[in-house]
C-alpha cells in the first residue's frame, strides 16, 4: 500500500520543496538535506520546458530563485541547467542547478517518499500529466508518490490515465481557480487526500475528509504552535520547510 495513504502513529513529516529551511528549494541538495533530517517525504513541483522535459521549479519565471530570467516554458532544458539556482540562498550553495524529475527520481526515490505538485493552474500543462505518470512508471514508484494539483481537471486527467495513482487536491481561498473550480472536487475519481493551507482546517474538517477515505496533509507549517494544533486536530502530514522543526513538535512538549 502507498504509505501516503496507509495508517500511521504520527503525521508524516513532508519536506517542502525539499528541505527549503536549509537548502535552496526545489534542488538536489534539498531533497538530500531532507534525507539527511530524516523526512518521511519530500513535495517538489514540477512544469514543463519548452523542449517537454519536466522540470523541477516552483515559479512560472527563474527570476526568483535563479541567476536567470524568463518564463519556463519558453526556456529549453539546455538554458535551463545552466542557470544558478543556489547562490541566492547562500554561496556554499553556488552552482545548484535546477533538476530534472527524472534526476531526483534518480537521487532519492527509493529514500523517501515524494509529493510531486503538477502547476499547471494558469495554464494547462502540455501533457504534463503525461509525461510525469510515464516517468513515475518508467522509475516504478506509483507505490512512492502522490500527485498533488490546485487543478482539480489535473487531477481528473491524472486518475482517467493512472487510476493506481494517489492524488491530494490543494486548495487556498487566496486562489482564484479556487472559487471558479473547488466544486469540482466531488467530481475526482477515487480522490486520495485533501491538501489544505493550515489556517483552513478544523479537527472536525479532518474527520470530515476520513470519513470520506481521505487523508490530509496541510501546508505550509513553519512554527511548532500551528504543528501542534494540527497535529492535535488529526491530521496524516505536515508539510513544511524544516523537518527538523516538525519532527520536534512531534515529541512531547
Known sequence: MNPFLADHPQPLIVAHRGAA?????????????AVELH???????????????IVVIHDDTVDRTTDGRGRVADMPYHDLKYLDAGSKFGARFSGERIPLLS????????????????????????????AVIDLIRRH????????????????MTVKRL????????????DEVFFLSRAWLAPFIPH??????????????????????????????????????????????????DDPVLLRDALSPA
Open 140 to 155: 516504478d514508484l506509483i507505490e512512492r508518490v502522490i500527485l498533488s494539483s490546485f487543478n482539480p481537471l489535473s487531477l
Open 39 to 53: 523526512a518521511d517525504a519530500i513535495e517538489l513541483d514540477v512544469t514543463l520546458s519548452r523542449d517537454g522535459q
Open 103 to 130: 534526476q531526483v527520481f534518480e537521487a532519492v526515490g527509493r529514500r523517501v517518499l515524494i509529493n510531486i505538485e503538477l502547476k499547471n493552474l494558469k495554464v494547462r500543462g502540455a501533457g504534463l500529466e503525461q
Open 191 to 240: 480522490l486520495d487526500a485533501r491538501h489544505p493551507r493550515h489556517d483552513q482546517i478544523t479537527p472536525q474538517a479532518v474527520k470530515s475528509f476520513h470519513a470520506r477515505g481521505q487523508r490530509v496533509f496541510v501546508w505550509t507549517v513553519n512554527d511548532q504552535a500551528t504543528a501542534r494544533r494540527l497535529i492535535a486536530a488529526g491530521v496524516d502530514g505536515l508539510i513544511g
Open 21 to 33: 529551511a536549509h537548502a535552496p528549494e526545489n534542488t538536489l541538495a534539498a531533497f538530500q538535506a
Open 162 to 173: 493512472a487510476p493506481r495513482l494517489a492524488c491530494g487536491l490543494l486548495y487556498s481561498p
